[in-house]
């Protein structure tokens, strides 16, 4: 079946209503192994309910319209893989609270047949009780095999520069060998990231890290070294997910500061420095 691009670029995506709780905001930071120093105080206000803080990077798992793509009766195949995402945040995200989410696609690029097609979608979430707008989550998905239909094939934005002298930061960070049996508890339960068959039947030797959780750690070093562990000045990530990563593997977070624009990139030291996420920018308040 070929993908119906007039279906699929005005597709209604399902709007989602959330209750989140403080337990499910320290969830998604143990999820990315904040608290693995249980003494660190800095990392411990996102991980104990004394004045507990929201990691910026929860954006990207609230309110989240699982599987819409492949649901949405469109022609696409369902083989998709995460191209880029990224998000803004207008407020403070709180711990806790009921929000909505209200999603459109942005974008639909067909990049040939024998190739696949990139769909953008944008998905703005709301604090249900004030009706304030809290961030802006943007997500471009690569669907495989499903090119050639005739759709548009352009424009795409280019990617972010990565600054070309040394970066002024490295943070090595250990990945918990138990980090994608956490993280899935924040809503992605896709069998690929827990059932060893699943993940070998996709052609991975055992499964994968979520992307998502791979950004966050991201965020996590830019937290740590560009905003001393205050939440509210990272206020903005974008990047694009190179390779996948496996649990209990280490990750690299080189990032390059340049006023409030840090650029970032991540590697994975044990495998020859594999390139897992590339074109990395984060906004930062002074």
């Not at 004030?130 to 802006?136: A, E, P, Q, R, V």
């Not at 352009?154 to 002298?165: D, E, K």
């Not at 992605?188 to 060893?196: Q, S, T």
């Not at 209990?248 to 624009?261: C, F, N, P, Y």
């Amino acid at each position: 079946m070929a993908v119906n691009y007039e279906k699929l670029a005005n597709y209604p995506i399902p709007e989602v209503e959330q209750t989140w709780t403080s337990r499910d905001t320290m969830l998604y930071a143990l999820g990315l192994g904040f608290g693995a120093d249980p003494v660190d105080t800095d990392q411990l206000k996102f991980v104990y309910e004394k004045n507990l803080h929201a990691v910026p990077s929860m954006a990207v798992v609230l309110c989240t319209p699982h599987a819409w793509l492949k649901n949405s009766g469109t022609g696409v195949s369902g083989k998709q893989v995460a191209a880029q995402h990224g998000f803004t945040i207008h407020k403070t995200l709180p711990v806790a609270g009921t929000f909505v989410g209200k999603g459109r696609v942005t974008a639909v690029v067909d990049k040939g047949a024998g190739r696949g097609v990139l769909v953008s979608s944008e998905r703005k979430v709301y604090e249900k009780a004030t009706g304030d707008l809290l961030f802006t989550h943007a997500a471009t998905s690569y669907c495989l095999g499903d090119g050639g239909f005739g759709g548009p094939t352009g424009p795409v934005a280019s990617p972010h520069p990565i600054p070309a002298r040394v970066a002024d930061i490295v943070c090595d960070l250990e990945i918990l060998p138990q980090a994608a049996l956490i993280y899935r508890l924040s809503g992605d339960r896709n069998p690929l990231h827990a059932d060893p068959d699943a993940a070998k039947a996709t052609g991975f030797a055992r499964p994968i890290l979520h992307g998502l959780c791979t950004m966050g750690m991201a965020g996590h070093a830019i937290l740590k070294h560009c905003c001393g562990y205050d939440p509210t000045r990272l206020k903005s990530m974008d990047a694009r997910f190179s390779s996948p990563v496996y649990p209990g593997e280490s990750l690299r977070v080189e990032i390059w500061r340049d006023d409030a624009v840090v650029s970032f990139r991540s590697t994975i030291p044990a495998r020859d420095n594999k390139l897992v996420l590339n074109n990395g920018r984060a906004g930062i308040c002074p």
